[in-house]
């Protein structure tokens, strides 16, 4: 099941070069048992939509 998260995660900004982004933990508590759905849009440094990868689906790891 897709969970619902509120507030929901809009947009969440990299700088170019960064490799890894890290879900804020209050999206991982609120989808306990469900998925989240994101992709990652690339922008020039005019603001433009360059490129775009393919819808992912997560299922967060749960915790011992």
Do not use: C, M
Request: net charge positive.
């Amino acid at each position: 099941r897709l969970a619902k998260i509120h507030p929901p995660v809009d947009l969440a900004v990299v700088a170019a070069g960064v490799g890894r982004y890290d879900v804020p933990p209050f999206v991982l508590a609120q989808v306990a048992g469900g998925s989240v759905r994101w992709r990652v849009t690339a922008l020039n440094a005019a603001g433009n939509d360059v490129g775009r990868s393919e819808w992912r689906r997560v299922q967060p790891r749960s915790r011992p």
